[in-house]
């Protein structure tokens, strides 16, 4: 039995596409199989030699905050209002709130609990620092 190693699906440009386990013994149409057992290569990174460069700016695409950060991040003062402002939000919102562990800064909630938080806390700043991605 092959064990699996780790690729970089090199596309155009040299550009990481997809990273990938598999035995090594296939081929991709167009696309080069670069071996990443250091687990260097990242999605949208690119290709050069022998070096994988990470790409400049982050990728929001899979951007989330997990609530439990929010918690860790806030101070106690802070985590009792912003309880506190969830159990008077309307139902819906608390509903949602509390059905996820995740939340989605691309969901269209996400703009409501941002407001929910900053009125809370006192501060948007304040508030988009609570909600940061979360990292990893």
Sequence with gaps: MTTAQRYAVIGSGGR????????GSFSLEGKRLVPDPKGQAH?????????????????????????????ERATEEEAEKIAQAFD???ARLRGIW????????????????????????GTKKRADELLAPSGG
């Design 43 to 71: 999605i949208g990174g690119t290709y050069r030699g022998t070096t994988f460069k990470a790409p400049a700016e982050p990728s929001d695409a899979f951007a989330f905050v997990r609530k439990a950060d929010i918690w």
């Design 98 to 121: 509390a059905g996820t562990p995740i939340l989605d800064p691309t969901d269209a909630n996400f703009a409501e609990f941002r407001e929910i938080i900053a009125k809370a806390v």
């Design 16 to 23: 990481v596409e997809n990273v990938i386990l598999a035995d």
């Design 88 to 90: 008077e939000a309307p």
